[in-house]
Each structure stands twice: as structure tokens, then as C-alpha cells.
């Protein structure tokens, strides 16, 4: 069995002779996703001139996860979720009035978690075209990697979810409900009922697409910012909706935009793992070619010889 991240990079095979170049077999040609091929793209990917990962990259990227996870604890162990709970439930006139509105519930929740699978559809489409066109070769990978990085994230916090056995704060007397809190790593009381409130589930359709971020690293590193934007922008509309409804603290928030981003940064290790180490072989290859005539993308090395 092909493991998905080689098969994603993979394309029409080429083991057969290479066809004369002209006019039809240029255009056939394997596309290079625009801005990745020069020496600032490269620095921006993360890489060092041997191919290895930077360092300073990596800190940097991985930060965000410690800082996050950190904001988590501190708003757990000092009460900041209830004192956030406290005044959106008393705003509401003692009671989540918002629970069933139109925008929180079929808007942002319902609509929310619809367009969030119907986005994750249209990347598995152009994946799949670019699956069977050589000329969008290059985009085989980037779209592979949003996929499984949106997927793995949100799959993540399903499964934490599934054994984590928090209550919304919708279940809780502090709140109009019939449980007393229980914290996360406390031993729930024999009988109490279990739960599924932690982490943020909904918040993770909109987190998940942070992973925009190194989508557009490896296509259109001036995009990035843009992507991330965007992934912050739906996992706070939806997540914050959640809030408003009582269903989750704003920690559970928190820890789902940190896993979101563990798995997006995650995803863009691993799948860039091979071109990275084929950049490093070709650039320490007698009569390697110059560094800024080499292509990032995989399928680079395995153009047929007469499209070079």
C-alpha cells in the first residue's frame, strides 16, 4: 500500500521514454506554484540552504502552541472562564437566551459547520484534479497537506472530546443547570453523567483552517497572513457563538486553536519532508544546478528529462 502523503505527491507515472519537447508536450509541463521558487521564498518555507529545517522557523512556529496552551492553564486555574461565563449568562437575563437564536445556532453553528465541510469538499475536488493534470503537478501537495490538516485537527478533537467527560456550562447550577463543576483533571462523581464539552468542537470547523497559512506558505508565501486571518477569524466567530450559547469556556476555545495549529504546523513538517531532503540532494549534486533555478515542489524530480 502507497502511504496518502507519497501518493499525494505522486502523478501520472513516467517510467516510459521521454517524449521530444515542442509545443504540446511544454504545455503539459508541470507548473511551479508561484513565489516558491527563489531564495527569500525558501528562507520564509522554513528551510536552510542545505535543506534542513531553520531553527528560528521552528521556535517561531511552535511558539504560538506554548503560548496558547499557557493562556489555557492560567484561565482554568484562575477562574477566568467563569468570570467570563458569569457576565455573558447574567447578560442574558440569568438564562441562555442565546442558546436557540437564529445567528448563534442555525447561523454560525449549524450554517458554520456546513460551510466548514463544504470548503473541506471543494479542497478534496481540486485535489483530485490536480491529480490527474501533470500541468497542476505542483499543487498536488500543498492541497494534500490542507486536507489532512484540517481532517486531522478536527479529528483530534472529536476524539479528546470523546473521553475528556467536561460539562457545558449549560449543565451547571452555577449557570441553571443540575451538576455541580467538576474540572478537568478532578475525579467525576460515580452516577454523574457523562459529557462532551472539551474541547471546543465546533470552534475546531473554524481553527482548522489555519492550516491556510501553510497552504499559502507553499504556494503564495505573500497570502499567508491572509489564510491565518481567515482560520482565526471563523474558529473566533465560532467559538465565540458557542459561548454565547453556553456550550463551551472560553479555555475549551483555546486548547482546540492550539491543537488546531499543532496539527496544521504538523502537517506542513511532514508533508514537506521529502522535497526537502530532494532540495538538499540536488543542491549538493555534482553539477547540481543553481540554487535558484531549483524547484521546491516533488514532481520537480521526476520531470521527464526533455521538459527540463
Given at each position: 500500500m502507497i502511504p496518502f502523503a507519497s501518493w499525494a505527491r505522486s502523478g501520472p507515472s513516467h517510467d516510459e521514454a521521454p517524449e521530444p519537447m515542442n509545443s504540446i508536450t511544454a504545455s503539459r509541463r508541470p507548473t511551479e506554484c508561484a513565489g516558491a521558487n527563489t531564495p527569500d521564498a525558501r528562507r520564509v518555507a522554513g528551510r536552510l540552504p542545505d535543506g534542513t529545517w531553520s531553527p528560528a522557523f521552528l521556535a517561531a512556529h511552535w511558539a504560538p502552541v506554548l503560548?496558547?496552551?499557557?493562556?489555557?492553564?492560567?484561565?482554568?486555574?484562575?477562574?477566568?472562564?467563569?468570570?467570563?461565563?458569569d457576565r455573558l449568562y447574567a447578560g442574558q437575563g440569568h438564562g441562555w437566551s442565546l442558546r436557540q437564536a437564529f445567528v448563534t445556532e442555525r447561523l454560525l453553528h449549524i450554517g458554520g459547520r456546513d460551510l466548514s465541510t463544504l470548503a473541506w469538499l471543494a479542497v478534496l475536488a481540486a485535489w483530485l484534479v490536480a491529480r490527474t493534470k501533470v500541468s497542476l503537478s505542483a499543487w498536488r501537495t500543498p492541497l494534500a497537506m490542507l486536507l489532512v490538516s484540517t481532517l486531522l485537527a478536527t479529528a483530534v478533537v472529536a476524539w479528546i472530546k470523546s473521553w475528556s467527560n467536561m460539562d457545558c456550562p449549560w449543565d451547571l447550577t452555577r449557570y441553571g443547570g443540575g451538576r455541580e463543576f467538576v474540572g478537568l483533571l478532578s475525579l467525576r462523581p460515580i452516577g454523574m453523567p457523562r459529557a462532551g464539552c472539551f474541547p471546543a468542537g465546533h470552534a475546531s470547523s473554524g481553527y482548522a483552517w489555519t492550516a491556510?497559512?501553510?497552504f499559502f506558505l507553499s504556494t503564495r508565501p505573500r497570502w499567508?497572513?491572509?489564510g491565518?486571518?481567515?482560520?482565526?477569524?471563523?474558529?473566533?466567530?465560532?467559538?465565540?457563538?458557542?459561548?454565547?450559547?453556553?456550550?463551551?469556556?472560553?479555555?475549551?476555545?483555546?486548547?482546540?486553536?492550539?491543537?488546531?495549529?499543532?496539527?496544521?504546523l504538523g502537517g506542513y513538517l511532514f508533508f514537506?519532508?521529502?522535497?526537502?531532503?530532494?532540495?538538499?540532494?540536488?543542491?549538493?549534486?555534482?553539477?547540481?544546478?543553481?540554487?535558484?533555478?531549483?524547484?521546491?515542489?516533488?514532481?520537480?524530480?521526476?520531470?521527464?528529462?526533455?521538459a527540463a
Open positions: 503560548v496558547l496552551a499557557t493562556v489555557a492553564v492560567l484561565l482554568a486555574a484562575l477562574a477566568g472562564d467563569q468570570w467570563l461565563a491556510l497559512y501553510f499567508r497572513w491572509l491565518l486571518s481567515a482560520g482565526l477569524l471563523l474558529g473566533l466567530l465560532f467559538g465565540g457563538a458557542q459561548q454565547l450559547r453556553g456550550a463551551h469556556f472560553l479555555s475549551s476555545d483555546v486548547w482546540t486553536a492550539a491543537i488546531c495549529w499543532s496539527c496544521a514537506n519532508g521529502r522535497s526537502r531532503v530532494s532540495f538538499a540532494a540536488a543542491a549538493h549534486a555534482p553539477g547540481g544546478h543553481d540554487d535558484d533555478s531549483l524547484r521546491l515542489s516533488p514532481s520537480a524530480s521526476r520531470r521527464p528529462a526533455g
